[in-house]
């Protein structure tokens, strides 16, 4: 899973790639950077707390810091930025909410870059359509239905609206995954506010306006947050009036968008969490871990998180017959604790 970070120039995204991800860049160059966020858990210190461990692994989110281009900028570095948006998972999309001494308007930027993503796809949609046109003259039955799909798609977008709004069946969605448009990625809208307006609501409800999820968060204290030493963090957060760094509830967001859940490993070695697409099967589950683990799955012995918690050990799990062995069909739950059983 790979979110890209977007946005017009000077939004703040390579501040908050720099913070989430504890790189250092160069925040001046218009070069992609690839980097990897630790995502907060509070359940695994608790797993560590009834599991002896040496050490905590989190679940990571893959993060691309990608170029902004200013509207009606260079046409080639456009569409290399396109390109690069085309690959990625997700999108977080980053609007400039602090005043930078040009004033600030989230809505005018938000629509600015919106409007970009929405032409690009309607070049996309309109190549499509005569394609699908002429095979539909042919008389193929799918053709006539891509059709009828992309003349929708192309309204839409006529009207500047992205796709990922808007009344689609699981055939149109379908459709619309096969041709990768941008705007049916998923999206986090993320206001970039000065730290005197955080918790920022007033600018979230500016950017939901037009649908979509929306988080507030000051990027430039992210990264004093992240220079400063763990043990003084909780403070500063406290003097802030935030419950934890920005993270916590982007990655959440944006695990809800891709509909991703975790679980976790626990042993003596490692107490660890693992993200996964809700309603991935056990073997499915383990080719997270390692692809041999899939291909000579047996079994998955299995407890809740929740269970650990109120019983206190993994002996009165086994006691209370809360140990389960699922099979090949299980179906992951968020919070399993997994001990994966196979052959290589
Ligand atoms: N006041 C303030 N300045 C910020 C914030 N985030 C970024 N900046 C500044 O805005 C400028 C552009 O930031 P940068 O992260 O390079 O933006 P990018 O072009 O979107 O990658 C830099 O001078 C940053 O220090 C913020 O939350 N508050
Ligand atoms: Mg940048």
Known sequence: MEVGIVGLPGCGKTTLFSALTGTRVDAYTDKAHVGVANIPDPRLPAIAEHITTRKIVPATLRLVDLPGVPPGGEPKKLSALLEQIRQVDAICHVVRAFDDGRGADPA????????????????????????????????????????????????????????????WSDRDKAILRSYGFITSKPVLLVGNVAEADLPGAAVVAILEKGGGRGLALCAKLEAELAELP???????????????????????????????????????????????????????????????????????????????????????????????????????????????????
Request: hydrophobic share 45%.
């Open 230 to 344: 763990e043990e003084d963090r909780a403070s500063m957060l406290e003097s802030l009036g935030l419950a934890e760094p920005a993270i916590g509830p982007l990655a959440r967001a944006l695990h809800a968008q891709l509909g991703l859940t975790t679980f976790y490993t626990a042993g003596d070695k490692e107490v660890r969490a693992w993200t996964i697409p809700m309603g991935a099967t056990a073997p499915e589950a383990a080719g997270a871990i390692h692809s041999d683990i899939q291909r000579g799955f047996i079994r998955a012995e299995c407890f809740a998180f929740d269970d650990l918690v109120s019983l206190g050990s993994e002996k009165r799990i086994r006691e209370a017959g809360k140990l389960r062995s699922e099979g090949k069909a299980y179906l992951m739950q968020d919070g399993d604790v997994v001990h994966f059983l196979f052959n290589v």
């Open 108 to 167: 005018r930027d938000l629509a600015a870059m919106d409007t970009e993503l929405v032409l690009a796809d309607l070049v996309v949609a309109e190549g499509a359509a005569d394609k699908a046109a002429r095979t539909a003259r042919t008389g193929e039955r799918e053709a006539k239905e891509r059709v009828a799909t992309l003349e929708r798609i192309q309204e839409r977008l006529g009207e500047g609206a992205p796709l990922r709004s808007g009344d």
